[in-house]
């Protein structure tokens, strides 16, 4: 479907609601039904049906819609955070016996998810480099169930070539799940290489105005029901009918934002592979970039996220790299209009904690929607900073 026809247009029935152009927002937990027929011929498809919102909410509903339509699945669901929207996806799907392939180092709490809870319910998960498709392939057993991506991979951007994994993944009878929260809808479509289930944190590109922590899981119907009817409605992850409607707000800029994030980070990239206090730069789209034939394949932008090693010799320099910065701001996640730094030395030296796997040197950078130029001011001011 035609990406201004989703945004736009698709799910809105206005006439429903005295032509309101912005949808409203139905704040309610329960609906009533004009004859006990009608509730029952409801409660046959809860999914679908306007009956209590831990299930369904017309809202919620617009949104759905409009996510589905984005990922070219036949629907989708819309969780409390993108950590739901993974575990429900997950655990639906696993149960104790089973095992999973997961790409190493995915998102933090997928990680616990895997390794830890998963683990005590008796599902085995291996963690496996997902760059070539014969490394997977050699790790299948007779109860591999799962095969669990994140393609571009969280901080070093590590991709899987996802038409391998799905052809794969399909040949042996396993459910292939990506995050694709890093690409976004716009620049990756994974349903259209063959993968089952795409999950999102809808708190970063899709709602992109760092307001909403939200999660999104577009599969087939069959899958949307099962999963709702298994863990959705039992974990009862939901997002509020506020929550929704200031999501849809956002999705009417998606496309403009991501697109504005990605050609500034292509700018930026640039600069600062180019900058001598930057050892090594990883961004998905740069020709320096390991896997960049695979990136430019398999998708058409990538977004904000760059990574940088900064050559220096000590964390007090890292640290003064990133407190001299202005207009790029100390804070977790990303996404959203504003440009961020996340310097791994935060996830250092912490009393009682071990050190992040990842070294103290390498930063992350979001960038945001303004003006590349103004960032990249920023940026060098605080590089030229950094001491010899
Ligand atoms: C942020 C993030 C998540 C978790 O999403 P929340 O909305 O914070 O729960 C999952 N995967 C990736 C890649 C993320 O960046």
């Not at 736009?8 to 006990?36: C, K, M, W």
């Not at 996510?67 to 997950?90: K, M, R, Y």
């Not at 038409?163 to 929260?181: Q, R, Y």
């Not at 089952?196 to 970063?204: G, L, N, P, R």
């Amino acid at each position: 479907m035609n990406i201004n026809e989703i945004l736009t247009h698709l799910g809105e029935n206005r006439d429903h609601y005295y032509n309101a152009v912005a949808p409203p927002v139905i704040q309610s937990s329960n609906f009533v039904f004009p004859t006990v027929e009608s509730m029952r011929n409801a409660l046959e498809n809860e999914l679908y049906e306007h009956i209590y919102t831990r299930g369904n909410n017309p809202t919620v509903d617009i949104l759905r819609k409009k996510l589905a339509a984005l990922e070219n699945a036949e629907d989708a669901l819309v969780t409390g955070s993108g950590a739901a929207a993974v575990a429900a996806a997950v655990i639906t799907n696993v149960k104790s016996g089973d095992h999973v392939l997961c790409v190493e180092n995915p998102y933090s709490w997928t990680y616990k998810l895997f390794a830890v809870i998963l683990k005590n319910f008796g599902v085995e998960t291996e963690f496996i480099d997902g760059k070539e498709i014969n490394n997977i392939s050699g790790r299948i057993r007779q109860n591999t169930v799962m095969l669990y991506l994140e393609s571009p991979n969280s901080i070093t951007y590590e991709l899987q070539d996802l038409k391998a994994c799905a052809e794969l993944a399909k040949k042996n009878g396993i459910i292939t799940i990506i995050d694709n929260s890093h690409a976004s809808p716009i620049f990756q479509k994974p349903i259209d290489s063959g993968i089952d289930i795409v999950v999102h944190s809808a708190t970063k590109y899709i709602n992109g105005h760092s307001d909403v922590v939200a999660g999104v899981i577009c599969a087939n119907s069959g899958m949307i029901n099962k999963i709702f009817n298994a863990t959705f409605m039992t974990l009862g992850t939901i997002i509020s009918p506020h929550d929704a409607a200031l999501i849809i707000r956002g999705l009417r800029t998606l496309e403009l934002r991501v697109k504005r994030s990605d050609e500034s980070a292509r700018k930026i990239a640039e600069y600062l592979y180019r900058h001598p206090k930057v050892e090594k730069m990883l961004f998905p789209l740069h020709p320096s970039f390991p896997q960049y034939e695979l990136a430019s394949r398999q998708m058409t932008g990538c977004g904000g996220l760059i990574t940088i090693k900064l050559n220096v010799d000590s964390k007090s320099k890292v640290i003064q790299f990133a407190n001299t910065l202005t207009r790029f701001m100390i804070a977790v996640s990303w996404g959203g209009y504003e440009s961020l730094i996340l310097p791994s030395i935060v996830f250092h030296d912490i009393p009682g904690k071990q050190d992040s796997s990842i070294h103290w040197s390498w930063v992350r950078l979001y960038v945001g929607i303004e003006d590349p130029e103004y960032l990249w001011e920023d940026l060098k001011n605080a590089l030229d900073a950094i001491s010899d």
